[in-house]
């Protein structure tokens, strides 16, 4: 496979880093690049400098606002899909079911123990972005890495269609595989507000009674819409993705969850409880500002007495193994997310 | 058991924090305390304030500074445990093993499954602190909440005893083990230079080819003793105990060192391989200093394909379960632990 590191500059996450970047590319003196992280990791944090935080642009005042600002970034998003279908055998079809616009993600060779599996994948996106083909990437980078057929979910998002359209999107394709196929057939998951909505509907599938998916992979979930993690904090201004929670991830929140409070666990699933869900893989990096979360989400489940994986890479922001592909820290998160799915799936 | 609270002030790690903590309890605007962290967590870094970087003491400039500040400081360590023999039924008898000072801590009722079980504890200190009764308080709460005999090493240790004293004390101790018990009734490890000596010596088992411990604690191990991990950076002056690395930190590792390769991977086990290592479980908080090199230990057992179990708790600083003893999340951390054992020791 070819280097997919150009592919990096289409998603930054909430577009707050690209725009507001320092020209130098000159850390402070006090954090240095860190020495632990790969070689190419290193070199991903040197072309990406530290955003500065007292910069971040305005957030969109208005729903026409957003429409244009989502339309902008989900543009760019998809702008790097076709350079990754170049380098990346997989095949994409657009698809409906049940409904929900969906895209059927199938690696040119399923591994002979996934063939009877499903991969349903939830994207990331603050939960405005990511729309069509802007939230593919990762389904790609599953497909073909863990050579597992990919459903992927192109849910609807505020601010035409705030909470709970989303869950009820997830719950219907989830309400409609179960005709033809085991839950423990499937694993749900996805990044970061992928991942939070992964949780969120497994809430819901638990509280209709569904029979649960097999694993959940909860890459880097926005597991909490409310400013309450630590990380949010002492990584602000160091998770070069998310860099701040004030600005456009606090207005995506209020934007999706509407007149919803904040804290229903189908919105922050963090704040469910956590009995019976089924094995659970939560990846993170030292530098992510939802390091909190995600460590919070993994107690849960703990005490839950849920079989909870937890992998922190070392010097990674929010989503790094997803922005910095390329990187032995990405390869690695996908081989371990591979061998958690033989671990736990039917 | 009565509230161990009183206990925390005895266990400053490297007595930096105390020193030099500001008189007020006011916390920078910028970083509150952790609202998610355990109401009990949350009071205990109320009445720790945030230490002045900028007044770390001067470390001790030759050997005989060092033995007085060593006397010094394990002598308020030491204070605390006839306080924690009152309050927790656990017997603490002094020993020698294969010609090493060793403490039998015996709890007043082990548990049916842990009888035939040992856990052999390697206590914390920078490798410089914690000598006799001033190392034995995680010995203490590891017998009475695991309800396991624990047999705790009084490892030599510089300014007279530089490496490898230590790691040979924990090899001839774990030799004499190994004639009257199999190593998989074994789990070895402790927390910060404690975890990261019972990850030296499993090194050490297994050039030796001795038969490897049923399994590992290394609780916020000290890993790495050179200047690497990128939390050493990021959460510098977050970390209540630990507070900086340049300083005491750095100092011991010298000392400890001596003529020797920091990188040795009897002195920093990271460096090492972990191929054939028994299950591990790791455990460190976000605002730890050594959260990096848990996590980057963590990957490289990971990487090997060895079990191992990584817990992170939101807002603890360096081994605030064994600071604050008597927080949900010290609890939480000894259960986990008590199961790990469960699982993995025969």
Request: glycine residues 8%; hydrophobic residues 40%.
């Given at each position: 496979?070819?280097?997919?590191v150009l592919?990096?500059?289409?998603?930054?996450?909430?577009?707050?880093?690209?725009a507001?970047?320092?020209?130098?590319?000159?850390?402070?003196?006090?954090?240095?690049?860190?020495?632990?992280?790969?070689?190419?990791?290193q070199?991903?944090l040197?072309?990406?400098?530290?955003?500065?935080?007292?910069?971040?642009?305005?957030?969109?005042?208005?729903?026409?606002?957003?429409?244009?600002?989502?339309?902008?970034?989900d543009?760019?998003?998809?702008?790097?899909?076709?350079?990754?279908?170049?380098?990346?055998?997989?095949?994409v079809?657009?698809?409906?079911l049940?409904?929900?616009?969906?895209?059927?993600?199938t690696?040119?060779?399923?591994?002979?123990?996934?063939?009877?599996?499903?991969f349903?994948?939830?994207?990331?996106?603050?939960?405005?972005?990511?729309?069509?083909?802007?939230g593919?990437?990762?389904?790609?980078?599953?497909a073909?890495?863990?050579?597992?057929?990919?459903?992927?979910?192109?849910?609807?998002?505020?601010p035409n269609?705030?909470?709970?359209?989303?869950?009820?999107?997830?719950?219907?394709?989830?309400k409609?595989?179960?005709?033809?196929?085991?839950?423990?057939?499937?694993?749900?998951?996805?990044?970061?507000?992928?991942?939070?909505?992964?949780?969120a509907?497994v809430?819901q599938?638990?509280?209709?009674?569904?029979?649960?998916p097999?694993?959940?992979?909860?890459?880097?979930?926005?597991?909490?819409?409310?400013?309450?993690?630590?990380?949010l904090?002492?990584?602000?201004?160091?998770?070069?993705?998310?860099?701040?929670?004030?600005?456009?991830?606090?207005?995506?929140?209020?934007?999706?969850?509407?007149?919803y409070?904040?804290?229903?666990?189908?919105?922050?699933?963090?704040?469910?409880?956590?009995?019976?869900f089924?094995?659970?893989?939560?990846?993170?990096g030292?530098?992510?500002?939802?390091?909190?979360?995600?460590?919070?989400?993994?107690?849960?489940?703990?005490?839950?007495?849920?079989i909870?994986?937890?992998?922190?890479?070392?010097?990674?922001?929010?989503?790094?193994?997803?922005?910095s592909?390329?990187?032995?820290?990405?390869?690695?998160?996908?081989?371990?997310?591979?061998?958690?799915?033989?671990?736990?799936?039917?």
């Amino acid at each position: 496979m070819r280097s997919l590191v150009l592919i990096s500059a289409f998603f930054c996450f909430v577009c707050v880093s690209i725009a507001t970047g320092q020209e130098s590319s000159e850390f402070s003196q006090a954090i240095p690049v860190p020495a632990a992280a790969s070689e190419e990791l290193q070199a991903a944090l040197r072309d990406w400098p530290r955003p500065d935080i007292s910069a971040v642009p305005d957030v969109p005042a208005n729903d026409d606002e957003w429409l244009a600002n989502i339309e902008q970034s989900d543009e760019r998003w998809a702008s790097g899909i076709p350079l990754m279908l170049e380098q990346v055998p997989v095949q994409v079809v657009h698809d409906r079911l049940a409904g929900v616009n969906v895209h059927r993600v199938t690696p040119a060779e399923v591994s002979p123990a996934n063939e009877k599996r499903l991969f349903l994948y939830v994207h990331g996106g603050a939960y405005v972005y990511g729309n069509g083909d802007a939230g593919i990437a990762e389904a790609i980078l599953v497909a073909n890495r863990i050579r597992i057929p990919v459903l992927s979910v192109d849910y609807r998002m505020p601010p035409n269609h705030p909470f709970p359209a989303a869950v009820n999107d997830v719950i219907s394709v989830y309400k409609e595989l179960l005709k033809s196929r085991s839950a423990k057939s499937i694993i749900i998951g996805g990044t970061s507000a992928g991942g939070g909505l992964a949780l969120a509907a497994v809430h819901q599938y638990r509280n209709l009674n569904l029979q649960l998916p097999g694993a959940i992979y909860a890459g880097t979930p926005w597991a909490d819409l409310t400013k309450t993690g630590d990380t949010l904090f002492t990584n602000e201004g160091l998770d070069r993705v998310l860099v701040t929670y004030d600005g456009f991830l606090a207005a995506a929140a209020r934007l999706y969850a509407g007149k919803y409070d904040m804290k229903n666990p189908l919105i922050s699933p963090v704040y469910g409880t956590f009995d019976g869900f089924p094995p659970t893989i939560l990846t993170t990096g030292t530098r992510d500002m939802f390091l909190s979360d995600v460590a919070r989400t993994h107690r849960k489940l703990r005490e839950a007495g849920v079989i909870a994986d937890l992998h922190v890479y070392e010097g990674m922001s929010h989503a790094g193994y997803l922005i910095s592909p390329d990187t032995p820290e990405s390869l690695n998160m996908y081989s371990e997310l591979g061998d958690f799915i033989n671990r736990y799936l039917d």
